[in-house]
């Protein structure tokens, strides 16, 4: 149990579906953050949230939108994904965008397949 | 720009000892460690700042050596429970994003 909880933690969808990946912390941070993790690539740096306000978005496709209602909640927002998207995506939280010297926290994360 | 870690991949026997390193490119201000056990969430380990401290959390410890702009992740007398991938996330400058590195797969065996 790390605090961070991802739902779903399976997702299959077709190339025209629209879906959402859910992120809630309990640990009171106020940084969070979006990965991608493929076979054999280092952990990428989608989108960062701090207080609620997005401050980084590493030239990610518009196909992706996240969305941070509160401190505590982040979603990612998918709609005509391609298969190269196919891949499992990280929710991290840490106390603060800084992370000199805060950890961030990790969820499970959602296994994503797109057909 | 990410870190190079090496090795990609390290088998060991129960109780021998390993080390994983992190090189970088930049001049960096931080280095973070994690450890992911195969279909977990990454788990934090440990952080090293700017100043060449060496941190330990059991057997495993770390260093960090800011004008090799490296750092090196020490596992002694290792345990089952260590196996998995290692990741080393780098900070350029304080407050900035971190940047992984491809991971360190360790297992050990009995």
């Known amino acids: 149990e790390t605090g961070v909880t991802q739902t779903p933690r399976h997702l299959v969808m077709g190339m025209t579906n629209k879906k959402s990946l859910k992120c809630e912390q309990h640990?009171?941070?106020?940084?969070m953050y979006w990965y991608k993790q493929s076979a054999k690539k280092p952990l990428e740096l989608m989108f960062v949230y701090n207080f609620k306000e997005q401050t980084e978005n590493n030239s990610v496709p518009s196909r992706f939108s996240p969305e941070c209602p509160n401190s505590s909640h982040l979603f990612l927002h998918l709609h005509t994904l391609q298969p190269e998207d196919s891949a499992l995506y990280l929710c991290?939280?840490?106390?603060?965008?800084?992370?000199?010297?805060?950890?961030?926290?990790f969820g499970d994360g959602t296994r994503l397949s797109i057909l | 720009q990410q870190p190079v870690q090496s090795p990609q991949a390290v088998i060991l026997r129960e109780g021998e000892d390993a080390v994983i390193n992190c090189s970088s490119s930049k001049a960096l201000y931080s280095v973070h460690w994690y450890r992911q056990k195969h279909g977990e969430a990454p788990v934090f380990l440990m952080i090293?700042?700017?100043?060449?401290e060496q941190k330990g959390h059991e057997k495993i410890s770390a260093s960090f050596n800011e004008k090799k702009q490296q750092s090196s992740l020490y596992l002694t007398a290792s345990q089952l429970s260590y196996s998995g991938t290692y990741f080393c996330?780098?900070?350029?400058?304080?407050?900035?994003?971190?940047?992984f590195g491809k991971g360190t797969s360790l297992l050990v065996t009995p």
């Open positions: 991290a939280s840490s106390q603060g965008q800084g992370s000199s010297n805060q950890p961030q926290h």
């Open positions: 090293l700042l700017k100043g060449g």
């Open positions: 640990l009171g941070h106020n940084a």
């Open positions: 996330g780098t900070e350029s400058n304080s407050g900035y994003a971190l940047n």
